[in-house]
């Protein structure tokens, strides 16, 4: 793309002008970034205005995710390097006599998810654009997104995410296009004629749905695909007469009630809250969304819905959004004329469903009392399907009352999601083979044995351009160096870094890189928290959601260990390692917030005591999200992926740390499984129990934690240090409740669910491993490189490919 400096040059001056009255000297770095991005703007506009009519005059196939969350972070890097005119748009920060990275540390992440699969969506997006594939977000417009993390005297403190406090540059509202949704009310039928009968819902609260749009522009071409998000609002403001009788508090409240639904992202990343305004957040951005699509499919493919499946398909990111499935039914039936199996027809061959998860506790459930009195109509349809379900089963499996149990749609006084999703969505999919296997064979078992077909694996992936090209400069000109350009667009090309791995001029270059990322995020940390670490010492990164399966429990309590052995014996003088954690605990989650205060009270300990003398150090960074990432992957030398086996889905973190030359240390569980696969099991750190032998244990109810304190009394004093006085006496009774989980099981839980235990002392060898073969530098250089020069697979590009080819079948569609 060129890039007119003089026209950049005046766009932003205009724009300082216009929308704040000032000159260029009077503005702040804020009112740059401002500028800056709203002229940045201007010049996505056309090529987003023209795609949108190439689509349009195409009539072309799209996919639409849909999704409840979208975790975008920052958007000027990427949208800068994405069309290529970042250097430009840096010197003429520069002729201004200013510094790009003061500019671009104004914006604020746009953080619309908890994590994951959060994250995978925004990945989804870039890759869909890059590969010229006319594909879409819908969600929602959260007004506070994942919340701020603070630690105060160690502990966990939530602060709202007020992220729209300045206007968001990138965003476009649309309320011409604006819809509405109805909660509640009573369904009235109506004999047609014709023996059909009408439905319609009376008495129903109305709550407008207005869009607002966010460009996703692709890398190095013209495609600009559009993330939509609802707000929600009250279609009557606030209530003129009983304001005039003075009632103020009940005027608003109908306003406050239907803008309540967009407000805030519910940060739990597990587990159904079973909330009622989360399930009219789900059904507000459904309804919208479908509204929208079938609206357009009327405009421009043309007036017959039974051609919708054609021209339109809808990924379901999780069951967050799979009330699609009887909002569309209602919609061809009740606003549309269609028959039950008509609709159903086309609704089967419109979604597709991804499952992210194999804990079987978290999978979402409703209770049918809250479904019925918030969703009238759509209870009916769910009953309806789940009737006509029920049926075949009883055909299909006659006397296995068991199995027709399990499977029903509407069971113990709940609507289980997972199981509507499945029945009518064409594909089904995990996030990585060993997740989809577990999928198969134990936890979605039935329905595997009922539809085969439908089962598939897309391994995850993530996206090279925000966390390469973005975030890593350094390497990413290091790679282009060796296998040219083109990696950007095509990861597997950096397999041709392979010849490199013994070339130790390219082994000590690499080297330099990561030492130089390391200083950076050591002045950084520096300057904004006023923490210290050593960039010479091994980084060994563990940032991720806290969560009890994640094991970050297991990791502090190695730390404990390695503090005793270095107290006990002075003569012990490994390579200095600082020990980085940085995770958000859902804030109901007690457990996982005590976690939290054991790393801080420890890391208090260990970097505190002089006779350490720096060969640990501990550090919890605050308010871990996407920006922060960006600067600890590339800085990282090993990468802690620990959870418990057959319990973590995929992980995309483990992606982005090989992506930048961090050396795997995990279990065989999720995408590590395959990433080791790729890089070879001599360069990764590999350990602990298999998903098989957890399976076997659990079932056999043979596993005893205390068996492995009797055996390590090393690991038995760690564990006694949570309980015998060590730390401060504020702390005795949150610790002492990690030391029974573990030890006792409590709250009618079996004693260390996770299996910390038993996998302690292989996590320890691990750790032994490691710093033996970081001793050798060179070797060590090796291992790094070819993590990264096998990382090809993890592009969420080829994730997207098989997506495309397998389930969403689309053309390319270029300008
Ligand atoms: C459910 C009900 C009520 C409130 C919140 C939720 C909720 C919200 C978010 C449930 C789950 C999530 C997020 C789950 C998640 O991020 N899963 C991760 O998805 C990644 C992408 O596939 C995988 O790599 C991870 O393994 C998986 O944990």
Redesign the pocket.
């Given at each position: 793309m060129k890039f007119d400096k003089e026209q950049f040059k005046s766009s932003i001056e205009n724009r300082l002008k216009r929308q704040y009255g000032k000159s260029l000297d009077e503005a702040t770095p804020h009112d740059i970034y401002d500028a800056v991005a709203a002229s940045v703007m201007e010049i996505i506009q056309g090529n987003w205005m023209n795609y949108r009519k190439v689509c349009r005059d195409k009539k072309s196939r799209q996919v639409y995710y849909l999704s409840a969350?979208f975790l975008m972070g920052r958007a000027m890097g990427n949208n800068l390097i994405n069309l290529g005119i970042k250097d430009g748009v840096a010197s003429v920060l520069k002729e201004f006599g200013m510094d790009y990275n003061l500019i671009e540390d104004q914006e604020t992440d746009t953080g619309l998810g908890?994590?994951?699969?959060?994250r995978?969506a925004a990945c989804f997006l870039d890759s869909l654009a890059t590969l010229e594939y006319p594909g879409h977000g819908y969600g929602i417009r959260y007004r506070y997104g994942m919340f701020e993390q603070h630690i105060e005297n160690g502990y966990q403190v939530e602060y709202p995410d007020n992220w729209l406090s300045h206007r968001d540059p990138w965003e476009i509202k649309r309320p011409d296009l604006a819809v509405k949704v109805l909660f509640g009310g009573n369904v009235v039928s109506e004999q047609l004629p014709n023996g059909k009968t009408l439905y319609k819902i009376v008495n129903a609260e109305e709550v407008t749905a207005t869009p607002y749009d966010m460009p996703i522009v692709g890398f190095d071409t013209k495609v600009v695909n559009r993330l939509r998000l609802w707000e929600a609002s009250s279609p009557n403001g606030f209530d003129l007469q009983l304001f005039n009788d003075m009632k103020y508090l009940q005027a608003v409240e109908k306003q406050n009630n239907a803008e309540n639904i967009s407000r805030v992202l519910?940060p739990?990343?597990?587990?159904?809250?079973g909330k009622t305004l989360?399930l009219k957040q789900q059904y507000f951005f459904v309804s919208a969304s479908l509204q929208d699509m079938i609206a357009y499919h009327k405009r421009v493919i043309g007036k017959d819905l039974t051609k919708f499946p054609e021209y339109n398909v809808v990924q379901l990111n999780?069951t967050?959004p799979v009330i699609a499935i009887p909002e569309l039914m209602r919609i061809l039936m009740d606003e549309n004329g269609f028959g039950w199996d008509d609709a159903w027809n086309i609704v089967t061959k419109t979604f597709a469903y991804t499952n992210?998860?194999i804990l079987a506790e978290?999978l979402?459930k409703w209770p049918i009392d809250i479904f019925e009195s918030l969703l009238p109509r759509i209870y009916q349809i769910v009953t309806e399907i789940n009737r006509r379900f029920c049926d075949s089963l009883r055909t299909k499996f006659p006397g296995d009352w068991k199995k027709q149990q399990r499977m029903a749609i509407v069971g113990d006084g709940m609507i289980r999601m997972a199981w509507l999703a499945i029945v009518g969505c064409f594909s089904v999919n995990g996030?990585a083979a060993l997740h989809t296997e577990i999928l198969k064979k134990i936890e979605l078992a039935d329905w595997y044995e009922l539809y085969p077909e439908k089962f598939n694996n897309k391994t995850?992936g993530v996206t090279q351009r925000r966390w390469l090209v973005c975030a890593n400069p350094e390497l990413s000109e290091f790679i282009t160096k060796r296998v040219g350009p083109g990696w950007e667009k095509d990861l597997s090309k950096l397999s041709a870094l392979e010849k490199y791995s013994d070339d130790p001029e390219s082994l000590d270059e690499f080297m330099r890189i990561k030492h130089s990322n390391k200083k950076k995020l050591a002045d950084f940390l520096k300057d904004t928290q006023n923490i210290f670490i050593d960039p010479d010492s091994i980084f060994d990164v563990h940032i991720k959601r806290l969560h009890e399966y994640k094991r970050q429990l297991l990791n502090i309590l190695h730390i404990m260990y390695l503090y005793n052995r270095i107290l006990e014996d002075p003569s012990f003088d490994p390579i200095p390692r600082t020990f980085i954690f940085g995770a958000k605990a859902a804030s109901g989650y007690r457990r996982a917030k005590s976690i939290i205060k054991l790393i801080n009270t420890v890391a208090d300990r260990v970097n505190n005591d002089y006779r350490v003398r720096g060969r640990i150090r501990v550090i919890f960074v605050p308010n871990y999200r996407v920006s922060l990432a960006e600067k600890l992957f590339p800085a990282s030398d090993v990468s802690e992926q620990i959870s418990t086996a057959g319990k973590?889905?995929?992980?995309?973190g483990n992606m982005k740390f090989m992506l930048n030359g961090a050396v795997t240390l995990g279990t065989m569980d999720?995408a590590n499984i395959e990433i080791v696969a790729e890089a070879g099991k001599e360069n990764a750190f590999i350990f602990g129990l298999t998903a098989e032998e957890i399976q076997k244990i659990d079932s056999e109810h043979s596993y005893n934690p205390q068996d492995y304190l009797a055996r390590n009394p090393k690991l038995a004093s760690v564990l006694s240090q949570l309980i015998d006085g060590t730390f401060e006496s504020s702390t005795q009774a949150i610790f002492r409740e990690l030391y029974d989980s573990l030890v006792y099981g409590i709250e009618g839980q079996r004693p260390d669910v996770y299996y910390v235990l038993a996998d302690f002392d292989a996590y320890v060898e691990a750790h032994e491993k490691i710093l033996e073969a970081y001793a050798d530098k060179r070797k060590w250089a090796k291992m790094a490189l070819l993590n990264v020069a096998r990382a090809g697979k993890f592009s969420s590009d080829r994730t997207i490919e098989e997506y495309v080819n397998d389930i969403w079948k689309l053309k390319k569609v270029s300008l």
């Open positions: 969350e908890n994590g994951g699969l959060g995978l519910y739990n990343d597990s587990g159904p809250s989360r999780d967050h992210h998860t978290a979402e996030v995850n973590e889905a995929s992980g995309t999720g």
